[in-house]
């Protein structure tokens, strides 16, 4: 097993590690305490909360398999190298397992609050159920040969397909409703934090060793970052630039009218995102 050349970089290394836990386990808490202010979940789109359970499921079984079985390391090693490092961090399984219970938390919520006309996609629930069934076919494969890092990387790939496609369900929801209102964007800043972060982690411990080798033997802990980072940007400027929270704009006769005791408007806007 390998061992750390730098001390100033396995110091880095966990200092980033534990900066994109923390920057992506507190972006689940924008969205759900956003949810319980407004005892609603209309404006988020609830394919991309399916998608991301599955997504954060199938990530917590490779990163937990990965991490604490040494029969799947030994495979790793004998696959990629003995001088070579496991590319799962304590911080990686810490994440994933705060991530499942968050996601199921915000579904909890969907089930609860006001959510308007809007239900599960069809096609979201049939990608679900593939992404299962074929992880179950997986597993009676990989049982015989006890292929247990082929299996785990089944899942690996699952996540990161996962990744790729749950942001989608609410990039054109925005676009849709012209509108981020509901969506929290805490959430989105925080995940960027979080991907660039982790990001980071891997070209510290790729430096560190004098190769690439986990940036190919992790290929979804790769793709989770860029994917992210890019949706997120994406995010961003929907926010920002392109749907921009609508402002009240005050009159004269509005501020002329608020020396007399009038009965507030229940017609104003408003918008609300955390």
Same mark, same amino acid.
């Given at each position: $097993? ?30 759900? %305490?956003? &949810? ?9 789109? =609830?394919?991309?909360?399916?998608? &991301? ?5 199938? !990530?917590? /079984? !490779?990163? *937990? ?9 030994? #495979? ?17 399984? *810490? =994440?994933?397992?705060?991530?499942? +219970? ?22 979201? /629930? ?13 597993? =009676? ?16 790939? %699952?996540?990161?397909? $996962? ?6 369900? #609410?990039?054109?929801?925005?676009? @849709? ?7 929290? %964007? ?27 080798? &986990? ?8 793709? +989770?970052? +860029? ?7 994406? =995010?961003?400027? #929907? ?17 002329? @009218?608020?020396?007399?005791? +009038? ?12």
């Amino acid at each position: $097993m390998a061992s750390w050349n730098s001390v100033p970089l396995e110091i880095a290394y966990q200092v980033l590690g534990w900066t994109a836990f923390l920057s992506w386990s507190c972006s689940f808490y924008p969205q759900v %305490i956003l &949810n319980f202010r407004r005892k609603s979940v209309v404006g988020l789109n =609830f394919n991309f909360v399916l998608l &991301n359970l599955t997504k954060h499921s199938s !990530y917590l /079984i !490779y990163n *937990a398999t990965l991490y604490f079985s040494s029969d799947v390391q030994r #495979q790793y090693y004998e696959k990629y190298g003995f001088e070579q490092m496991i590319p799962v961090a304590a911080n990686d399984v *810490a =994440f994933s397992i705060h991530a499942v +219970l968050l996601t199921a938390i915000t579904l909890f919520q969907i089930s609860i609050y006001e959510r308007g006309s809007q239900k599960f996609s069809k096609i979201s /629930i049939g990608i679900v159920s593939i992404a299962w069934l074929s992880a179950a076919i997986c597993l =009676f494969v990989a049982l015989p040969t006890h292929s247990w890092l082929w299996l785990i990387s089944v899942f690996n790939t %699952i996540q990161v397909i $996962m990744t790729v496609i749950k942001y989608i369900p #609410q990039v054109y929801m925005n676009c @849709g409703r012209k509108s981020t209102d509901g969506f929290s %964007i805490g959430n989105i800043l925080l995940d960027l934090l979080g991907g660039l972060a982790n990001y980071g982690q891997m070209v510290v411990q790729s430096i560190d060793q004098d190769s690439w080798v &986990n940036f190919y033997g992790n290929i979804g802990k790769l793709l +989770l970052s +860029l994917v992210s980072v890019f949706f997120d940007v994406l =995010f961003i400027l #929907q926010h920002y630039v392109l749907y921009p929270a609508k402002k009240l704009i005050t009159s004269p006769k509005l501020v002329e @009218g608020e020396r007399e005791p +009038l009965t507030k408007s229940s017609h104003s806007p408003h918008s609300e995102n955390v």
